[in-house]
Nanobody
Framework: QVQLVESGGGLVQAGGSLRLSCAAS????????MSWYRQISGDAREWISS???????YISDAVKGRFTPSRDTPQNVMYLQMNNLKPSDTAVYYC?????????WGQGTQVTVSS
């Protein structure tokens, strides 16, 4: 069973930075794509970014220029560097991995940005 564990969330002031981590229980190169999503209470999950097996990255226009996805393949970890955080970025952040049609989700990590 694949496990994804997010960490790095917390409370930060507006304008600050956080780096989220998503540790996988297997090689990140086994997945077709790994992604970050976020969910504000009561809303649908919002896609933030993706990294394909090839290393190609995609980023949502909502966070482009502020958030940067990356990965450490030897450590089997995906990251999300978040800079210039805004109160509207407050949400639970989730990582997702897809492997040939099967999706795996982490448990989420809370990010709270105070004004």
């Amino acid at each position: 069973q694949v496990q994804l564990v997010e960490s790095g969330g917390g409370l930060v002031q507006a304008g600050g930075s956080l780096r989220l981590s998503c540790a996988a229980s297997k090689s990140v190169l086994d997945f077709n794509v790994m992604s970050w999503y976020r969910q504000i209470s009561g809303d649908a999950r919002e896609w933030i970014s993706s990294i394909e097996r090839s290393g190609r990255t995609y980023i949502s226009d909502a966070v482009k220029g502020r958030f940067t996805p990356s990965r450490d393949t030897p450590q089997n970890v995906m990251y999300l560097q978040m800079n210039n955080l805004k109160p509207s970025d407050t949400a639970v952040y989730y990582c997702k991995a897809e492997e040939y049609g099967t999706e795996f989700w982490g448990q989420g990590t809370q990010v709270t940005v105070s004004s």
